[in-house]
Nanobody, 116 residues
Framework: QVQLVESGGGLVQPGGSLRLSCAAS????????MGWYRQAPGKQRELVAR???????TYADSVKGRFTISRDNAKNTVYLQLNSLKPEDTAVYSC??????????WGQGTQVTVSS
């Protein structure tokens, strides 16, 4: 069974940085599409960043130039580097794994709060 465990969230001041981790088991991050999503209170979940099995990355316009998705295949872990954080980045960030048959798995999420 695929399990995804996020970590690295926390409270940070505007302009600060965080690195989120998504440790996967039961599935290889190198063979599937991995994504980071976020959901703020009262809002729908939105795609933040995605990396395919071939290494192609995509980002939401709101985070381009600030966030970076990457993976460590040896550790079977996907990362999201969040730089130049803004209050509007505050949300629960969740990791996902999507298989070749389009089945999607989710982690429980990690809270990111950007506030002074």
């Amino acid at each position: 069974q695929v399990q995804l465990v996020e970590s690295g969230g926390g409270l940070v001041q505007p302009g600060g940085s965080l690195r989120l981790s998504c440790a996967a088991s039961g599935g290889a991050v190198s063979l599937n599409t991995m994504g980071w999503y976020r959901q703020a209170p009262g809002k729908q979940r939105e795609l933040v960043a995605r990396i395919t099995n071939s290494g192609t990355t995509t980002y939401a316009d709101s985070v381009k130039g600030r966030f970076t998705i990457s993976r460590d295949n040896a550790k079977n872990t996907v990362y999201l580097q969040l730089n130049s954080l803004k209050p509007e980045d505050t949300a629960v960030y969740s990791c996902s794994l999507t298989t070749y048959v389009w089945r999607q798995y989710w982690g429980q999420g990690t809270q990111v709060t950007v506030s002074s």
